[in-house]
T-cell receptor, first 118, second 113 residues
Framework: GAVVSQHPSWVICKSGTSVKIECRSL??????MFWYRQFPKQSLMLMAT?????????EQGVEKDKFLINHASLTLSTLTVTSAHPEDSSFYIC??????????????FGPGTRLLVL | AQTVTQSQPEMSVQEAETVTLSCTYD???????LFWYKQPPSRQMILVIR??????QNATENRFSVNFQKAAKSFSLKISDSQLGDAAMYFC??????????FGKGTRLHILP
């Protein structure tokens, strides 16, 4: 099956700093990637849809200036949490939609990134 | 807007027994996909099974099968011969035409040895 990686797997940062999280599709090209946030013992909440070569589409209530998304290539999307604060501490998961026929109906998930803001 | 409801926050089953996890959803779309994802303690989301709404036949993957009732908007997951490795959080999910996946709140499944 298709593989999606995330880097870093966990990060601890000081309040006020920015953190970049990478999401890569390793063996397929993805025109669309998605970023989710998961609080402890809760479900995944979609934050934004990342489209290669165009602006990301953010879900209602998600601050686009706070969570910067860049989808620079067909295999890489990045999420930058700017001026992070303790309330931004969470588990961030990306997923990628394959463009090859036969995989289109499936999103493949990365292993997640745990962010702790002190 | 589409919604996904999982009414069982937690369930337990004896090893080797069968368990059914419930899921209902609401949508006005006629063409969509439904999924069950497993999230073990590692938190990696693992696709368990998927169902295309236009297919009447229930999907099956080894010990995992679904009971898809389109008219009732119900999509339950049956796990047969439960194994210790099946212990995890299970999320029912709906994929809309715009590719967005909406997840239910999840059901935590415990396997009793």
């Amino acid at each position: 099956g298709a593989v999606v990686s995330q880097h870093p797997s966990w990060v601890i940062c000081k309040s006020g700093t920015s953190v970049k999280i990478e999401c890569r599709s390793l063996d397929f090209q993805a025109t669309t990637m998605f970023w989710y946030r998961q609080f402890p013992k809760q479900s995944l909440m979609l934050m934004a849809t990342s489209n290669e070569g165009s602006k990301a589409t953010y879900e209602q209530g998600v601050e686009k200036d706070k969570f910067l998304i860049n989808h620079a290539s067909l295999t890489l999307s990045t999420l930058t949490v700017t001026s992070a604060h303790p309330e931004d501490s969470s588990f961030y998961i990306c997923s990628a939609r394959a463009i090859e026929k036969g995989h289109q109906e499936t999103q493949y998930f990365g292993p997640g990134t745990r962010l702790l803001v002190l | 807007a589409q919604t996904v409801t999982q009414s069982q926050p937690e369930m337990s089953v004896q090893e080797a027994e069968t368990v059914t996890l419930s899921c209902t959803y609401d949508t006005s779309e006629s063409d969509y996909y439904l999924f069950w994802y497993k999230q073990p303690p590692s938190r990696q989301m693992i696709l368990v099974i998927r169902q295309e709404a236009y297919k009447q036949q229930n999907a099956t993957e080894n010990r995992f099968s679904v009971n898809f009732q389109k008219a009732a908007k119900s999509f339950s997951l049956k796990i047969s011969d439960s194994q210790l490795g099946d212990a995890a959080m299970y999320f029912c999910a709906y994929r809309s035409r715009d590719d967005k996946i909406i997840f239910g709140k999840g059901t935590r499944l415990h396997i009793l040895p």
